[in-house]
């Protein structure tokens, strides 16, 4: 199970930290990753977090938020800073068993809102 929290309502330049934490699963071996989809568009990915600790990110994000897990890897975050309108959209937390490939990622939790005016 993935449940996400960290999600609400902030002004453009202010930042959010999203939490994701996982249960049932012993993600050691595990991709981890952060997906959103705004309001008639397609599901992106934003970042995510392999094993060995290697990150990658979206463009549109690269620069302004980090990835991180803590040492059990049982629970990943997102730190987002200078957030834009655009940035708006529900934020998945995402596991895959295998890659980080977005095709990969198996096991999603419900998403978090976030809202930037």
């Known amino acids: 199970q993935l449940v996400e929290s960290g999600g609400g309502s902030v002004q453009a330049g202010g930042s959010l930290r999203l939490s994701c934490a996982a249960s049932?699963?012993?993600?050691?071996?595990?991709?981890m990753g952060w997906f959103r989809q705004a309001p008639g568009k397609e599901r992106e990915g934003v970042a995510a977090?392999?094993?060995?600790?290697?990150?990658s990110y979206a463009d549109s994000v690269k620069g302004r938020s980090t990835i991180s897990q803590n040492s059990a890897r049982n629970t990943v975050y997102l730190q987002m800073n200078s957030l834009q309108p655009e940035d708006t959209a529900m934020y998945y937390c995402?596991?895959?068993?295998?890659?980080?490939?977005?095709?990969?990622?198996?096991?999603w939790g419900q998403g978090t809102q976030v809202t930037v005016s």
């Open positions: 995402a596991a895959s068993t295998s890659s980080c490939r977005p095709s990969d990622f198996g096991y």
């Open positions: 977090i392999d094993s060995d600790g290697s990150t």
């Open positions: 049932g699963y012993t993600y050691s071996s595990y991709c």
